[in-house]
């Protein structure tokens, strides 16, 4: 019995000593969509309430205008903006007070379209962070690399100049997706993998004419789809898999939208592929292989029309914003409708799941808590965070919540379920408000 509580208090004082381990550290939100690039929060529980009994503004920065969702670090949180319709502007912010801790910029700013200047001008990529380093897409197709300590330039790649491609009309739209030692874009007419710490070019692929008609409103993920591990990159007007290694197009399927607006991130669910596009419709791929020939089948189609809201699947049910303003949820696999909710939601909402509950900020500076039920539709709770709009998506992590307004950042926390009660106007702390 004596050697036994040696032994257990011994065990004690040696997991005392030990160091933080990886499940101890800050939750964090590295690149569009998340750590898994999913729309899936995986850290601590979400309470069902909104209200500022649960959910508090801790701090604000006012910034310049940008549609890059905020990246969130262990300690420090990082957004773009576009000063004086000329320059493009990084910043980190301490994630406990919104401190800033380093700016860099550079002269980049772009005019697009005129059918697409209701929504500015400015950035529209999210940055990615890795391993110390930020990757950050500016509008004149050139990918940054900066030190996440303290801002220094690591490497640049001006594609435009070095690949000698046009500018893309609407600007570097596409969010770096990073695997390995690698990142990879939709920029300079194509698709390219990088040597992630020197910016080198390793292959490029799904070469196009570029300009108006080549800039990619998507983003690629990876996906296991036939048993074969590879990327899937959303172009104007079609949707590809392509292999890691070597950069061969293993498959491609056209995808028909008005005026090429196929804007969503693909969704992947077993070996069905779900996407849905502006003028187009919810379609339904499944993708199969034999003796490593690809087929890709048609399966289902909805006449339901996405927009730019990337849908998140709990269970296999897709949880889509659409055109029209509803919500719906579909399953992916068969593409049978389960429910519609009536108009009220914003013209685009950026969705963040967590087991049964989903999040969704739409650009007016509303945040609806809903149950993913389903059956139906299920409102739990819904507030305004702001008056202005908010185009970049939600960023939640831990007990944190930041969001990107379209002129500033924000940061708000909510209590632990069972810390929720002890709540009060006099133990929260009051917002600070920077710059």
């Known amino acids: 019995m004596k050697s036994f509580q040696l ?3 011994t065990l004690v004082t040696a997991i005392q000593l030990m160091p933080m381990d990886a499940a101890s550290e800050p939750a964090t939100w590295p690149q569009w969509r998340g750590p898994n690039r999913d729309g899936q929060d995986i850290s601590s529980a979400w309470p069902e309430k909104l209200d500022t009994n649960y959910l508090r503004e801790v701090w604000r920065v006012e910034l310049g205008p940008s549609y890059s969702g905020p ?18 502007v990084v910043s980190a912010f ?20 005129f059918f697409a200047k209701s929504n500015g001008d400015w950035l529209r990529s999210t940055p990615a962070l890795d391993s110390g380093l930020l990757y950050v897409a500016g509008m004149r197709d050139v990918l940054v690399c900066l030190s996440a300590r303290d801002g220094k330039e690591v490497w640049r790649k001006d594609f435009v100049k070095e690949l000698k491609t046009p500018l893309p009309d609407f600007g570097f739209v596409c969010s770096p997706l990073i695997d390995g030692d690698s990142v990879y874009v939709q920029a300079g007419a194509s698709f390219v993998r990088l040597k992630k710490n020197t910016g080198e070019v390793i292959w490029r692929t799904l070469a196009d004419k570029g300009g108006m008609w080549g800039s990619a409103f998507s983003s690629p993920i990876i996906a296991t789809l036939a048993g074969h591990r590879q990327i899937l990159v959303q172009t104007r007007d079609q949707l590809s898999g392509v292999n890691i290694p070597d950069g061969k197009v293993l498959w491609s399927q056209p995808v028909e939208a008005f005026r090429g607006m ?65 919500m719906m949820a579909i399953e992916v696999e068969t593409g049978r409708e389960l429910w519609t909710a009536s108009a009220g939601f914003g013209k685009y909402t950026s969705l963040v799941a967590q087991g049964d509950r989903i999040l969704a900020l739409d650009q007016r500076g509303l945040l609806y808590l809903l149950r993913a039920n389903p059956e139906r539709f299920e409102l739990l709770d819904k507030r305004r965070l702001n008056e202005s709009e908010s185009w970049a998506h939600l960023a939640v992590t831990g007990n944190e919540l930041f969001v990107r307004e379209l002129n500033a950042l924000a940061a708000y926390r909510w209590a632990a379920p069972e810390k929720q009660a002890t709540l009060s106007e006099d133990n929260v702390p009051a917002i600070a408000v920077l710059r």
């Not at 990246?71 to 493009?88: C, L, P, Q, S, Y």
């Open 7 to 9: 032994s257990l208090a």
């Open 71 to 88: 990246i969130v670090g262990a300690d420090r949180v990082f957004t773009t903006e576009t000063k004086d319709k000329k320059f493009e």
């Open 94 to 113: 301490d994630r406990s007070t919104g401190k800033e801790l380093w700016r860099a910029q550079w002269e980049g700013a772009i005019s697009v379209p």
């Open 262 to 326: 196929n804007i969503l991130t693909p969704v992947a669910h077993n070996d069905t592929l779900f996407t849905s596009t502006y003028g187009g419709k919810t379609i339904g791929y499944k993708v199969t292989q034999a003796g490593g020939t690809y087929k890709v089948t048609e399966s289902w189609t909805h006449k339901a029309q996405g927009y730019m809201s990337t849908p998140v699947v709990i269970n296999g049910v897709a949880y889509e914003h659409l055109k029209s303003q509803r």
